[in-house]
């Protein structure tokens, strides 16, 4: 009698299904999941920074399961706010910086629209990303960054409700562009993965954006675009739900704070919230 063989097909049927589910089962072991469509992942770069921990926090959000809400201090008639006062205040799950703020201590440095309220009329002609979330009709995706030197910036903004105008990172669908330099703060970024989900990026330990970026590239999280929203003691990030809370703010910033000293959050213009829908 001839042995029990398994046809070579079959086999290579079965390596490839094993294989396949232990590279899932890697891939959701970087993210803790909080709740459907909401994970938390951790890094540590390789790339040490000057000072702090290296680690970089990333809360990935499904927008088909989240409401994103623009926040102003001024559209709302209230004070600046911290991160975390913001999220208390409008029972918010978290909270992110939306952008730099100009002299006013008020108005994006970039456009800047929620719904029928314009922060900012002017598009900054230097800034090449825009965030845009919850568009008029189903014919865009709920989420998008996109790049200015591809898409009209009044296209999006007649399209979307909620429109953004911040520094470009990461031009999709994944490259770094910013050059190398001396410079390096904290920052608090905004992502956009493979998937079309939000990634709330930060780290207190400071880098250059440059290097920054291709940590971030070199992270399994699938990144495809990303814009800065801030840096130094003013980047923020709270979150807090089912149980899990984060509070992290920035600290360091080249010839503005270098250390890595501050404790507490600095009062913000100008917040992405979000919400569960």
């Known amino acids: ?89 409008y029972r918010l799950i978290g909270a992110i910086n939306a952008g730099m703020f100009q002299a006013d201590g008020k108005t994006n440095v970039g456009y800047m629209k929620n719904y029928n309220f314009i922060n900012n009329p002017k598009i900054n002609p230097k800034y090449k990303s825009v965030a845009a979330f919850n568009p008029l009709d189903n014919k865009r995706p709920l989420f998008r960054i996109y790049d200015l030197d591809i898409h009209d910036a009044r296209e999006i903004i007649d399209t979307y409700n909620i429109v953004v105008q911040n520094l470009r990172l990461i031009k999709r669908p994944g490259k770094n562009r910013w050059s190398p330099q001396k410079k390096k703060w904290s920052e608090a970024a905004l992502g956009e993965d493979k998937e079309g989900n939000v990634l709330f990026i930060f780290s207190s330990s400071p880098y250059s954006m440059h290097d920054f970026n291709n940590i971030l590239l070199k992270l399994p999280i699938g990144i495809v675009a990303a814009q800065h929203l801030e840096g130094g003691p003013e980047a923020s990030l709270y979150f807090s739900y089912k149980g899990k809370t984060i509070q992290l703010f920035g600290s360091y910033e080249t010839n503005f704070n270098e250390n890595d000293s501050n404790n507490s959050y600095w009062p913000i213009p100008n917040i992405i919230g979000i919400s569960k829908k």
């Open 1 to 89: 009698m001839k042995p029990n063989v398994l046809p070579i097909s079959l086999i290579i049927f079965i390596t490839i299904l094993l294989f396949g589910n232990k590279l899932a089962k890697a891939q959701d072991s970087i993210w803790e999941r909080i709740d459907e469509g909401l994970f938390i992942g951790e890094f540590i770069s390789q790339q040490k920074s000057i000072v702090g921990d290296s680690k970089i926090v990333i809360i990935k959000i499904n927008p088909d399961k989240y409401l994103f809400k623009l926040l102003s201090s001024r559209e709302l008639n209230v004070p600046n706010m911290t991160a975390a006062e913001w999220c208390k205040k």
